[in-house]
């Protein structure tokens, strides 16, 4: 049985529907992210869920109950959300062990649970510490042992490191992950992050203007969005207008600005007009301009810690973007430089041209 | 005044109670340099902004802008303006109420106002929106409205506390670039406080690393993450990999380490002597992963522990022979590792950065919280 079923979600405030008509399904066992730009209703979403937003219409099932009309408490979920929420009155012991003690519990399974709880979080050292002596990862972790003591088995993840310092974040997320994934828990997991997301779920889903755009591995996602609001929500990309000119034996051959590119793509027909994606990692640059589908000259470089980024001017008055980790053999590429651009056949991924303009469809707001 | 650094601090500290927010801290920026200011939780960023803007008064240390002291100098006479984390529009003022609010207040003629207060909409690209109320704008917008707010006082000294930091990560994105270049349009000096080193590093003519209060390191962003200062900053900035060993060898071209378990590696540093104990910081994207048999310096097998999909990189989490543990990021890899895959770990001698080994641990270094 799946873990939460929700059918035609839909939160109205007024004339604005915060979501409309959302349909999810999220399987037992399950780790999934759900992303998108502010203000696309995946905080109304997982607050539905929770019981704190009562939503308009639809239905929401929990382990096969409709939760509606149900309070947070009466769910069997644990929230945690992106304010440390500690009883400020307990130090770490109590509040990890305060669900089992709550829902009567016998003392000695609460102490059971308590210390095994503070044993995965790495805190035993500190359990009569208060939540105001605790840093900011040492509290989150202790939030998220207070939400998974009280026995629940969905977890409901509210932008749980979004107040973290980087680092910290990025170690934190794989311990919540690993956590979820020892007890066999479900976890929906609310974040801007979208490096977050990919790194940790099983399934992504991606939102807009209150309605699910996509959902899928973060693989998928990333490497064969379905469309280009994810394709730019979820990575950088380069878009590149054209229209196909050939189909050869492998796909479609898209023609940009006077370049050819070619795709794998099958399913279209010559003459029509296309959106080519091709992400900056997967660009390529070859010191000599012959020989290559694509020609240009470095514009720019720019330095971004782990990756340096070449903006690459071709004819057409466009640019692409490519871009380089630090590489065992450097490139040794200037600015002004001519050179060469090659992207493989499998990286490139061929959208219809949308009426509205591409500007439009990927808009974050 | 060529050459003179538009913010200069001198020994300046403030105390709040026992806590020393900034402790004896030293910093020089350039007139029209953009800064971005790093470093965790409790480091002092904000206090270092509100220090510079005049609405904190510091304890000890001199204040100069433009070379001129201006401790005990009010707010309004620094020429400096600070744009709050939290960007408190006035609610009940439009957008063109909100940025014209300063000027008005300071006497300056209405037209003068309207023309100034376009002008900087125009800049954030908000022209359109000058009749909306703040609650009808998304939090980007809102934010632009706060930037153009600060832009229309007019002056020079941008202090930026978080600017991008209410945005969606996708949003951030496109919206740092523009900023950088309005600031470099106006001719402004900024300071930048932000936890996102991508965006530091990619905006910035200078960073500035903090911890407890003081600079780690100044530098401009390649300096800062290929030649960090010390292992609190080569594993603040960046992911990275930390080896301990002893050096072995020392010639001109370079010095062996011989790490746990008699394995031995090249590095370019030859600045230790045989017998020190260092530890070597070696980013997780110049680890690369190669086939069996590849004849290089520095090959180390060892076995995947786990593979994390981050988009644009795989992180493949290695365990070498001798137990210690590298991380490789990956990007363009023909063949992404399995878990429990054996693979041999490769890393160039200059790609490594040696520090001394600290007597007691890298657990303070590594310490972020």
Known sequence: ?365 | MIGTPSIRLVDVSKRYGRIFAIDRLNLEIQDGSYACVLGPTGSGKTTLLKSIAGLTQVDEGQVLLDGVLVNGLPPERRNAVYVPQLYALFPHLTVQGNVSFGPIARGIGREEVAAGAREMLELVRLEKRAGSMPQELSGGMQQRVALARGLASGAKLLLLDEPLGALDARLRLELRGQLRDLAKRLGLTVVHVTHDQAEAMTIADTVIVLREGRVEQAGTPFHIYHRPGNIFVANFIGDTNFIEGIVSERRPGGSTLELRRSINIMVADTSYLPGERVVVALRQEKAHIVREGVQRTNVLRGRVQAVRFLGNFVKCEVRLENEDAISCKLMRAREIPKDGDEVAVTFRPEDCVVFPYQPTGLGRDLEVF
């Not at chain 1, 069997?76 to 304010?83: L, S």
């Not at chain 1, 790194?199 to 992504?204: H, L, P, Q």
Request: proline residues 4%; negative net charge; hydrophobic residues 40%.
């Open chain 1, 1 to 365: 049985m799946p873990k939460v079923e929700i059918a035609g979600l839909t939160k109205a405030y007024g004339p604005i529907e915060a979501l409309a008509h959302v349909d999810l399904t999220i399987g037992d066992g399950e780790y999934v992210s759900i992303i998108g730009p502010s203000g696309c209703g995946k905080t109304t979403l997982i607050k539905c869920i929770a019981g704190i937003i009562e939503p308009s219409r639809g239905e929401i099932r929990i382990d096969g109950r409709d939760v509606s009309g149900l309070k947070p408490e009466e769910r069997g979920v644990g929230y945690v959300f992106q304010e440390i929420a500690l009883f400020p009155q307990m130090d770490v012991w109590e509040n990890v062990t305060y669900g089992p003690r709550v829902r009567g519990w016998p003392e000695d399974r609460a102490r059971e649970i308590g210390r095994e709880m503070l044993e995965m979080i790495g805190l035993q050292d500190r359990s009569d510490a208060y939540p105001n002596e605790l840093s900011g990862g040492a509290g989150q972790k202790t939030a998220v042992a207070r939400a998974v003591s009280s026995g629940s088995t969905l977890l409901l993840l509210d932008e749980p490191l979004g107040a973290l310092d980087a680092k910290v974040r990025t170690d934190l997320r794989y311990k919540v992950r690993k956590l979820a994934q020892d007890l066999g828990l479900t976890a929906i997991h609310v974040t801007h992050d979208q490096e977050e997301a990919m790194s940790i779920s099983d399934r992504v889903v991606v939102m807009r203007a209150g309605r699910v755009v996509e959902e899928g591995t973060p693989a998928q996602l990333y490497l064969r969005p379905r469309n280009t609001f994810t394709a730019n929500f979820v990575g950088e990309a380069n878009f590149l207008q054209g229209a196909v000119a050939e189909i050869d034996g492998l796909g479609a051959v898209v023609e940009v600005g006077g370049h050819r590119i070619g795709t794998r793509d099958t399913s279209w027909k010559i003459g029509d007009e296309v959106v080519a994606c091709i992400r900056p990692e997967f660009v390529s640059i070859e010191r000599a301009a012959e020989g290559s589908a694509i020609r240009g000259e470095i514009l720019r470089e720019s330095f971004q810690g782990s990756i340096v980024r070449y903006t690459i001017s071709i004819s057409g008055g466009m640019a692409i973007s490519a871009d380089y980790a630090a590489d065992l053999e450097p490139l040794g590429l200037n600015i002004g430089d001519r050179v060469g651009v090659n992207v493989r056949r499998d990286n490139v991924i061929v959208y219809p041209a949308s009426k509205g303009g591409l500007a439009r469809e990927i808009a974050l707001e």
